[in-house]
């Protein structure tokens, strides 16, 4: 293939974006289409489209695009559209830092250090795995223990497999995606360990990628030591007690040359913590207000290194609020700032935005700490929403519009989610 | 030919004493088992370099402690490695820690280690306000510091090699045989003949002595766990602190790294059946639980929560706890084996002392006026500012890619690795630092995999974590049944299911 011209870079921009996955490249679409005229997309993979390249399967789109597309083909449409506005994208660079003015120091194999001013700059870099080390599992050393996005870029990308037995630590979305994937290579996945005692992937996923191939979900259950000196060649598995301490006394070993670990995601905020943005001690990502903004002016975030989400569709609809934002921040247009602040109430991890403002329609996003069945969503006392059911594998979405706020004075709003009780069941329903 | 000596073992020791002998005219081979150099016990440490008062009086530890310690200075004025003395605390709980301070302090002084002082807590409070309020006192000695020891590993056995020792790496001593008045050693790959052979095989010194008919203590392995801690934690200490010391083990100590990594550790325990498992590198529950209360006494604000990666090493330990270092029964074969802790911190000083033994032995040394002491330090784009960066990368643009998000490490700087010697994913890791960082390898391991297979034309399957059967990917079932495929050349099979 032949290599592409460089970019003729350009020594300002309106609107940057770091990170060239689902959320930078929605961010993209929606600074050009909030009339950002010049906008740069930095990339640090030698394509743009971030991870979704390596999700092959699909699944993707179905809010969005009202369709179900693979991830390489949900990254085209968005690409494609970025093309159409004339959105510069520079692969294989990385962005150093972005100084108070924000200057971006970008540095690249065909400009190497390049200084480019930024109007705006919009933070998508995306979350990394939780590895092995993140949970502490005793045991030696060997090579074969890696993260389940590490093995589906082995797979997808390369061609390679990661071996011929494989077991796998957690339920996130990549392992249980990446289970079925395997034996369609014809590698044996011998069992999935989950910690607590429910998946912690889409139930979707549960059921096509292991219910559908018969592999074992393993609750209440986790490893404890890895064995193998070079290589894995087994693992001790032990379910667990309430308190989520490993039973040894009931341990077993499992015979494996491989373990994927899949644990979940943590966003990349190693940028975002050089800029000093406040960040949230629960999602690690910055604290941002109901445009996406930072604690810093100018400077925008969104996708995974906001907070984790499921489904690639929200990523895309938060990024697209993020990059507009960005645009009318250049152009000047002027939103009203935000004058409610949301705390987190009874089983609510935590809320996108923490921030909102009574004149506009917002979409909150929220997930909850632990599985309910029957309950009710409540935004302070001006507004309630029945829920069939909430687990924490699923991200919640509300939208608040003007009208329930239209009598509301006070500053501060509580996000809830309470079992639903017979008498109040008729007024929220309402 | 014949080497006028051949060293066993490429540790810290056999690549000190490998670059000591370098400075003069002597042939010498430099036999390694493993794929890399110094990726045993001399990687897996806590890259302490000790003050030089704490060894007890009259073992051949406190006779080369402090000696080593002043060397490493020097060491570090030419080669590039990580080294910076931060200086150590001792600490004392009572009365009684407080008295064995004082007499510590004493030995320093008789050696002529410089700087020690005692603190009292107000002052500790003032210079460490992390540290344990409990602690009513501390020993200071500004000498020791930290060393990042694979690095000082890699220098060594490169400026060794630069000045005409030949490295055998993956060469498994398999055998020692007398020959006139040499030897010859047995190898998987082939013999070499030497006059005299210095045995530094670590953890397999008693063995390697063996082969040669020599006596030698047995040596044992003891395993110490060490706990890294987030970034978030670093400057938590500036100091590497101790606890006061109660029988042989140091005790758990607080580890600034020299890069600004907190380490927790070691333990001291045997490996299985009394330290004869010298594979036992596992880390575990009760190691870690030993490992955050014995931190969390001199710390307690230090939380087993903040832990990003641990280890394991093993410490080579001969009966009667101290260093083995001088001629055998048998002619021209030396050990120099045993060397525990204080070893990293005396590795210089032994070079020094086993080179002179040689010379006694009747070695010839004369000096090599070619010998050059420097050695160029790789690039680390995370450490040079923009301007040096930008320079840099605009006269290799491979310089200008990030291979490592994590750790900023560019793809320039895994290919130097490489040209200077890495084959594995470990040895770039511990050269770079790509792989070390939060998302441990998750995101740059498929590039620096292809990396080492384009450069040292290694197919995939066949680049290992750590040399022998540590395989990462193995080719596609349908890519390995057909006979044409591409990537399934002859061997890869076995090392796939090696």
Redesign the interface.
């Known amino acids: 293939m032949a290599k592409p011209a460089p970019l003729d870079l350009r020594r300002r921009y309106d609107v940057v974006v770091v990170g060239g996955g689902p959320a930078g490249l929605g961010a993209a679409v929606g600074a050009r289409d909030a009339g950002a005229e010049h906008v740069l997309v930095v990339d640090?993979e030698p394509e743009a489209g971030g991870i979704l390249q390596q999700c092959i399967h699909h699944g993707f789109g179905l809010h969005h695009f009202k369709e179900e597309l693979t991830g390489p083909e949900y990254a085209q449409r968005f690409l494609a559209q970025v093309t159409e506005r004339g959105v510069d994208v520079l692969t294989?660079a990385?962005v150093?830092?972005v100084d108070r003015d924000r200057r971006v120091?970008l540095?690249?194999?065909?400009?190497?250090?390049a200084p480019v001013d930024a109007g705006a700059v919009v933070l998508a870099m995306g979350a990394?795995?939780r590895?092995?080390?993140?949970v502490?599992i005793?045991?030696?050393?060997?090579?074969?223990v890696?993260?389940a996005?590490?093995a589906q870029?082995?797979v997808n990308?390369?061609?390679?497999?990661?071996?011929?037995r494989v077991a796998i630590l957690g339920s996130g979305d990549i392992g249980l995606i990446m289970a079925r994937r395997l034996i369609l290579?014809?590698?044996e996945v011998v069992g999935v360990f989950e910690l607590m005692p429910h998946a912690n992937g889409l139930s979707r996923n549960v059921v096509q990628c292991l219910h559908d191939f018969d592999v074992p979900l393993h609750l209440s259950t986790t490893v404890?030591?890895v064995h193998g000196?070079?290589?894995v060649d087994r693992i001790t598995v032990a379910p667990v007690d309430e308190a989520l301490r490993p039973v040894l006394s009931r341990a077993w070993d499992v015979a494996c040359d491989t373990l994927l670990v899949s644990i979940g995601l943590?966003p990349?905020n190693?940028l975002a913590r050089h800029l000093g943005v406040r960040l949230d001690p629960v999602t690690t990502g910055p604290v941002v207000d109901s445009t996406m903004q930072t604690s810093r002016d100018g400077v925008f975030a969104c996708g995974n290194t906001v907070h984790i989400h499921d489904l690639v569709d929200m990523v895309s609809q938060e990024s697209y609020l993020a990059g507009s934002a960005a645009g009318g921040f250049v152009t000047g247009r002027h939103t009203p700032a935000d004058n409610v602040r949301l705390t987190p109430g009874a089983n609510v991890r935590y809320t996108v935005p923490t921030t909102i403002s009574t004149d506009r329609e917002h979409t909150v996003y929220l997930r909850v700490q632990k599985p309910m069945t029957d309950c009710v969503l409540r935004l302070g006392d001006v507004h309630a929403k029945p829920l069939r059911y909430v687990v924490p594998a699923e991200m919640v979405t509300l939208k608040v519009r003007p009208r329930f706020l239209e009598a509301f004075h006070g500053g501060t709003l509580t996000v809830s989610v309470e079992t639903r009780e017979p008498a109040s069941t008729k007024g929220a329903a309402a | 030919m014949r080497y006028d000596v051949a060293i066993v073992g490429a540790g810290v020791i056999g690549c000190a004493i490998a670059r000591e002998l370098s400075r003069s005219l002597a042939t010498v081979a430099l036999i390694e088992r493993d794929v890399e150099v110094g990726l045993g016990t001399s990687k897996a440490n806590s890259g302490i370099i000790h003050g030089g008062h704490r060894a007890h009086d009259g073992t051949l530890k406190a006779a080369t402690e402090w000696r080593g310690n002043q060397l490493w200075g020097e060491l570090a004025k030419e080669l590039p490695f990580g080294f910076e003395r931060v200086g150590d605390l001792t600490v004392a709980f009572d009365e009684a820690d407080l008295a064995v301070l004082h007499e510590t302090l004493e030995q320093g002084r008789r050696r002529g280690v410089t700087g020690l002082e005692l603190w009292d807590a107000e002052r500790l409070r003032r210079e460490e306000p992390n540290l344990s309020h409990e602690a009513i006192a501390a020993l200071h000695a500004p000498s020791a510091g930290v060393v990042n020891p694979y690095e000082a590993c890699f220098a060594l056995a490169e400026s060794a090699v630069r000045n005409g020792v030949d490295l055998k790496l993956e060469h498994a001593v398999e055998g020692i045989d007398r020959d006139g008045d040499g030897f010859v050693v047995r190898t998987s790959r082939g013999d070499v003949a030497a006059r005299f052979v210095v045995n530094a095989a670590g953890l397999f010194g008693d063995a390697v002595a063996r082969m040669a008919g020599a006596s030698a203590p047995t040596i044992r392995a003891r395993k110490g766990e060490e706990y890294l801690l987030d970034k978030r934690l670093a400057g938590y200490v500036g100091r590497v602190v101790f606890p006061t010391p109660s029988g042989e083990s140091k005790g758990i100590l607080l580890i600034p790294t020299y890069d600004g990594t907190l380490m927790v550790g070691p333990t001291a325990h045997w490996t299985a059946d009394h330290g004869a498992d010298t594979t036992d590198l596992d880390t575990t529950a009760a190691g870690a639980a030993e490992v955050f209360a014995g931190a969390r006494r001199l710390a307690p604000g230090i939380a087993e929560a903040d832990c990003i990666a641990e280890f394991a090493g093993l410490r080579a330990v001969a009966d009667g706890e101290d260093f083995v270092i001088g001629a055998t029964e048998v002619a021209g074969f030396l050990n120099v084996i045993g060397i525990q802790s204080p070893g990293l911190t005396a590795a210089p000083a032994i070079a020094q002392d086993v080179v002179a033994l040689l010379a006694a032995q009747g070695l010839e040394l004369e000096p090599d006026d070619a010998f050059v002491p420097g050695l160029e330090a790789p690039v680390r784009a995370a450490q040079l500012d923009f301007e040096e960066l930008a320079r840099v990368a605009r006269g290799d643009p491979a310089f200008g890619r990030i291979a490592c998000r994590c750790e900023r490490v560019t793809e320039g700087e895994v290919r130097a690795a490489i040209a200077r010697g890495a084959r594995t994913m470990d040895g770039v890791k511990f050269r770079t630092r790509a792989g070390m960082g939060r998302c441990q390898g998750g995101f740059c391991a498929w590039r620096v995999m292809s990396l080492i297979a384009e450069a040292t034309d290694t197919p995939i399957p066949a680049v290992t974590k750590k040399g022998g059967g540590s395989w990462i990917a193995r080719v596609r079932t349908d890519a390995a049944e057909r006979s044409d495929a591409p990537d399934a050349p002859d061997g890869t099979r076995e090392v796939a299911h090696g």
């Open positions: 640090r294989d990385y150093l830092d120091a540095l690249s194999q065909d400009h190497a250090l990394r795995e590895t092995r080390e993140a502490r005793p045991g030696s050393r060997p090579a074969g890696m993260t996005g590490f870029k082995l990308v390369a061609g390679y497999l990661p071996g011929k290579e014809g590698v404890v030591r000196r070079d290589r943590i990349d190693e």
